[in-house]
């Protein structure tokens, strides 16, 4: 059973930083894309940054480019997602998800999903 948890969110001051963490087990995750999504009150989940698990490709959404950095620790099945030079319109509960191979920017492209962490990025 695939079961994602992440972790690492918090209240922080606008340009500050926080890791957000997705330990991912219940199976092997070779091959598998991984992705960040965030969420606000009454909008769609929405792409922030996926990881290719084996060969560590990344891809980004524009608003995100130059401050976020996806990565993983293949040692820890963790995904990370660095978040640096935070705004308050950064503000959200943001989910880790799962998807054997295809990395897509859409919510419904992908099979497995965490709880999620509240980021909450004060002015």
């Known amino acids: 059973q695939v079961q994602l948890v992440e972790s690492g969110g918090g209240l922080v001051q606008a340009g500050g930083s926080l890791r957000l963490s997705c330990a991912a087990s219940g199976r092997s995750f070779s091959g598998y894309a991984m992705a960040w999504f965030r969420q606000t009150p009454g909008k769609e989940r929405e792409f922030v940054a996926a990881?290719?698990?084996?060969?560590?490709?990344?891809y980004y959404a524009d608003f995100v480019k130059g401050r976020f950095t996806i990565s993983r620790d293949n040692a820890k099945n963790t995904v990370y997602l660095q978040m640096n030079s935070l705004k308050p319109e950064d503000t959200a509960v943001y989910y880790c998800?799962?998807?054997?191979?295809?990395?897509?920017?859409?919510?419904?492209?992908?099979?497995?999903w965490g709880q999620g962490t509240q980021v909450t990025v004060s002015s």
């Open positions: 998800a799962a998807n054997w191979a295809t990395i897509g920017r859409s919510a419904g492209e992908y099979d497995y």
């Open positions: 990881i290719r698990w084996s060969r560590g490709n990344t």
